[in-house]
């Protein structure tokens, strides 16, 4: 039954939310966002450690490693983190997009180019599915996403209140 609704789908294949999320999931970037706990945070931990590349030198300009250590250390600790920040965001945008493409009852869709925008109605099948992978395999990213956030979001806050007893 699902096949003959799919089948009847004026959307073209590579604009089908269903298609959007598996190119999605299988991105270099984004499918590390679906990894096991253990190796997310090892692979956001490496996004940081080789930020320390820019962050170093420049937090050694301002606070020289052999006078001002813990200043150093903070400083680079933050400004590597940005990079692991900015990368957050990027994977948030990128599977909101496609959660509210899978959520909604009807997709927009261009037939060929920009000026010729279409909708189609989602049949309850297609409705159904989609919901489905939003519920059990989009939801879990998200909290892993706001929980990360909320770690750097707390570290800074610890950095901060460290900072000024320094």
Known sequence: MMRSSLENCPVPTEQQPLNEYEELKNAWL???STLSWGNYTQKMFWIWAWSWLIAG??????FPPQKQIFNFLLCGSGA???????VL??????WF??????YSPTVFYEESGWYDGQTWTKPPEVMSRDRLIV?????????RLQITFAALALMYLIGTIVWHFL
């Open 30 to 32: 984004f499918r590390d």
């Open 57 to 62: 030198p420049v937090a050694a300009a301002s």
């Open 80 to 86: 590597a983190s940005v990079t692991v920040v900015l």
């Open 89 to 94: 965001v990027r994977l948030y945008l990128g």
């Open 97 to 102: 997009y496609v959660r509210d493409r899978l």
């Open 135 to 143: 519920t059990y395999e989009i939801k879990p990213i998200f909290q």
